[in-house]
């Protein structure tokens, strides 16, 4: 059996006076580093979430940007094609004149030259006429 002395009363003492060292050196610096560890990995988690939430922000921007920029690069566009539909209007426009007032001018060149060609052919038409006649006839006209 258990008998009741003062060593025993020693014993829980000692035991007593162990569980404050051992608390006071290991339990509470062991709970310290991981109360430490969990504020860090808390403030850790935080930051993470806090990171995230600034990275989708930026990454809105970013396609709000570059939605902003694809309108304003299709604008750009849709006017250089109006710009280019209209001047090649124009070029055509001032090629088809050019190609009329050329051909009014070799119609007008052709209508002198052919008049030209007319009183010479004629001119030569009727000594051809008189030459033959003098052959025809052998003698002087």
Known sequence: ???????FFIQIVNFLVFIIVVNWVLVKPILKVLDERRNRVEGNEEESERLAAEAEKVIAEYETTLKEAR???????????????????????????????MTDRLKEE???????????????????????AEKILEREL
């Open 1 to 7: 059996m258990l008998e009741l002395n003062y060593t």
């Open 71 to 101: 309108i304003e690069a299709n604008r750009e566009k849709d006017r250089l094609r109006a710009e280019g539909i209209e001047r090649e209007t124009e070029i055509i426009k001032t090629a088809r004149e050019e190609t009329k007032n």
């Open 110 to 132: 052709i209508a002198k030259e052919s008049a030209v060609a007319l009183i010479e052919m004629k001119r030569e038409a009727g000594l051809l006429s008189k030459a033959i």
